[in-house]
């Protein structure tokens, strides 16, 4: 039996366009739903409704795929968020709202809607106010960069305000703990992504993944593709004869202009159950992606990240050194050939991983005050 009548929502950012975006919501909703309540995840097309109705069109192709793997596996709300109005509206559908994970508080990502990110409405109907796993993406200097200098100390006190109304703050990363600390707010706990809550054996059964007898793959999934990535990945199939084989995040629409690409699903968002069974049966892991590293640590992988500062190095450093994994990022090809790529002895990070979940869901059954 359900532990309330009024569901619970997650603000989480605008779905369809990011594998790791749609797993982190998948498992929070999942987590909170096994805990025993009513919860979903609101429906945020806020981003995708400022679109011209061609772009839009287009993004409906584009995230098909995803679409069909959030239909099929998160609750989500029957109204769809998508302007400020709607937004506003929120605190009278909900007696709680839980904001993230992801790059929720990163401010040149959520732009005209930051506000609501931190969930202040133009509403006076109470809600309860929570964020987990909240994370800026970037480090405190860069995150004000993104402000514009004249406008930094208003913001700065909006922030504090909102920051103050919250029943109960957990962020991503150590970045995110310092600027909330910045911002005067010292009740900050450090969770993990919402997908640590979930085990390699759950994801395995729940997405039916197929275990392939076939070994030898190297599996990379680059979101930012550029010459050294590739010269690093061939680099390592070669001295380690493994065959290659690569999840493509996805192809730019002029490449299909220019006549460079034919295969239309290049131009789609991946599949993530099929994301997920070619990542589980990886001998080796090469990513520039979070959740792409997250995924690899949760199904106890080999892996080397390669940093991408321009989707937020914070992440990276933090969730590496909370496993205990720092040496397993590089910067470039120079620095792949300084190191030595040993096995991840797991038993360690396994420990880690179940103390960490350990305090994420004490830290949620208190937020919301369960037992």
Same mark, same amino acid.
């Given at each position: ?122 509403? =006076?109907?109470? +809600?309860? /106010?929570?964020? %987990? #796993? !909240?994370?800026?993406? $970037? ?5 004000? *960069? ?48 919402? =997908?640590?809550? +979930?085990? /390699?054996?759950? %994801? #395995? !059964?729940?997405?039916? $993944? ?5 070994? *030898? ?155």
């Amino acid at each position: 039996m359900k532990t309330n009548v009024v569901p619970i929502g997650i603000l989480t950012l605008p779905l369809g366009r990011n594998v790791g975006g749609v797993l982190q919501a998948y498992a929070l909703n999942k987590v909170l739903s096994d805990m025993g309540f009513r919860v979903e995840t609101i429906d945020n097309q806020s981003e995708y409704h400022d679109y011209s109705p061609l772009i839009r069109l287009y993004n409906l192709f584009a995230t098909f795929k995803q679409r069909r793997f959030i239909k099929r596996y998160i609750k989500q709300s029957r109204k769809q968020i998508r302007n400020s109005t709607d937004f506003d509206n929120l605190p009278n559908t909900y007696h709680t709202l839980i904001v993230g994970s992801d790059q929720v508080w990163r401010l040149d990502y959520t732009q005209k809607y930051f506000k609501y990110y931190f969930l202040n409405f133009n509403s =006076t109907t109470h +809600v309860r /106010k929570i964020a %987990y #796993a !909240a994370s800026t993406g $970037i480090g405190k200097e860069e995150w004000l *960069s993104n402000i514009h200098k004249s406008d930094i100390s208003n913001i700065d006190n909006y922030l504090r305000e909102c920051l103050k109304d919250f029943d109960a703050i957990s962020v991503r990363e150590k970045a995110g703990a310092d600027i909330c600390n910045w911002l005067g707010c010292n009740s900050i706990y450090q969770t993990v992504d919402p =997908t640590m809550l +979930v085990d /390699k054996k759950e %994801y #395995a !059964a729940i997405f039916k $993944i197929p275990q392939t007898n076939s070994h *030898s793959h190297l599996v990379t999934y680059i979101l930012d593709s550029d010459p050294d990535k590739q010269k690093i990945i061939t680099h390592h199939a070669s001295l380690n004869n493994l065959k290659i084989k690569s999840i493509n995040s996805k192809q730019r629409f002029k490449d299909l202009i220019s006549l460079r690409d034919f295969n239309v699903s290049h131009y789609q968002f991946p599949d993530i159950e099929k994301w997920l069974s070619d990542m589980y049966n990886a001998d080796f892991i090469i990513t520039d992606s979070f959740h792409g590293a997250v995924f690899a640590i949760i199904f106890n992988k080999d892996f080397i990240v390669i940093s991408n500062s321009s989707r937020g190095k914070a992440r990276f450093d933090s969730l590496l050194e909370t496993f205990g994994l720092a040496n397993r990022i590089i910067t470039d090809f120079k620095d792949y050939q300084s190191r030595h790529w040993e096995h991840i002895d797991y038993s360690q990070v396994n420990h880690i991983i179940s103390i960490e979940k350990q305090k994420a869901l004490e830290f949620l059954r208190n937020a919301l005050h369960t037992t």
